[in-house]
């Protein structure tokens, strides 16, 4: 339509109506591409959202495990320094011998925290991180998952070899099957659990592990890494809060402007 009135205003040299024929086309093909431009943004921003909820997502679950990892610790933690008390003093004070021995076993127990980092690296190998415009959340995501999994909270300790290497196989088994559970989540507990040796057996076993210098070094250095365990766990709970809250900030932005269309 457009067309055949342009071609009949140029047969009349009618150059009004030519100008305005062409200043309609070009408005419409302007319109056209910002409508074009318009619906892609908004496609990118729903893609950009969609991948910030996934983000938050996986921040609610390292924060649960991190919640879970930070007991775990403290409980070996809890077990070592029983352990390190008796190679001291020879006493089981208020205990009995059999909670040393098993203090010495939990004492070994490891629970890694690795950041799940699945939606994080879809970002980076798509080329889709620049979907993130607000500058502050890619610098905090970068800073998160830059640090995703610190040496120390995946360790596995000479004690733990050492230790296991020493004390019979059938206390172990009792004690795997006592006192200890775990789930299909990688959530462990340690149990309290009746001696199922004499005490005097268990003061065997007990001043043979003490008594072992280097196997008491080694208990002081997994002591140690747990302490720096529990501090790495603190810096990565506020880390993954603070990125939280920027996101949902973002999310709130993004709600009001997509009500404001």
Known sequence: MILRRLTEALRRQDWSTVAVEIIIVILGVFIGIQVANWNDARVDQGRAVAYLERIGQDLDADLATLADRKDFWHQVSRYGETGLLYAQTGSAEDTSHW???????????????????????ELRSTGDLELISDLDIRSALARYYNFGAAATVVERPAYREHVRGIISMDIQSYIWDSCYESNASGFQRMLECESPIDEQTARTVTDTLAGNALLMEELRYWMSTMHVAQLIANDRVAAATALKKLIRANESISSHLGTSR
């Open 99 to 121: 909670a040393v021995l098993l203090a010495y076993f939990q004492a070994s127990q490891v629970a890694e925290f690795i950041t799940i980092q699945a939606t994080y690296d």
